[in-house]
């Protein structure tokens, strides 16, 4: 088991990559920053067989799968991994390479999800970009920064919520799967084969492509 707790500049940047399990990322005011990973495997000598690197500095924070493949037996383990982060929601967040579902709290900074085996929720989200969901997303927006929005290749049902008061516009490209909107105020408009979705007043681009489910699409 693994506990650190550690200090973060605002727009730290924060990586996680390689774990074997779900990731929860609690987001709060401040800089303080928790890191708290729980280490399994099935014998004492598969645990032994990697390591969980923690490595922080006042502007960032990296967490990452170190297996010792080169020791005699450590080829091919079975493992697995809990990791929880309380971190300040100013940081950008990368994630990739993650074995398990992810919850992310609200975030400023840009978050960034790729390689995701189990489901991802993002509670609220300014700026970020995704790619190569295996089982779905479920995403709130409040608002959308100047970065941007960029959601591609993902397996399984896409929940977009919009905050009530945003105005925004959406491009959907190459989605396999109905879509649903549950807001009155969207207006959809279809172009060859992508659809625009106007929210509100419209505003900054969210772009959405490459979905193999379906898309759910409504306020909150």
Known sequence: MINKT???????RVEVSGIAGPVNIETTDGNAAQVHIVRMAQTQRELR??????KSASNSL???HNQHSQRPDCDSIRSRRQVTLKL???????LSFIGGEVNVGEIEGVVRLTNIVGRAVVAQAQAAEIN????GLSLTLARV???GIRIRSI????ELKLARDLNTELRFDNVIGCGRSVSPDLTVTRAGGAYRVRAG?????ISVSGINGNVQLGRV
């Open 6 to 12: 550690l200090t973060l500049d605002p727009n730290s």
């Open 49 to 54: 067989c990697y390591e969980t690197l923690v």
């Open 62 to 64: 990296s967490v990452r």
């Open 88 to 94: 300040p929601r100013t940081v950008e967040l990368d």
């Open 132 to 135: 190569a969901l295996a089982n």
């Open 145 to 147: 920064g100047d970065r």
């Open 155 to 158: 397996v399984g049902l896409v």
């Open 201 to 205: 007043s419209g505003g900054a681009l």
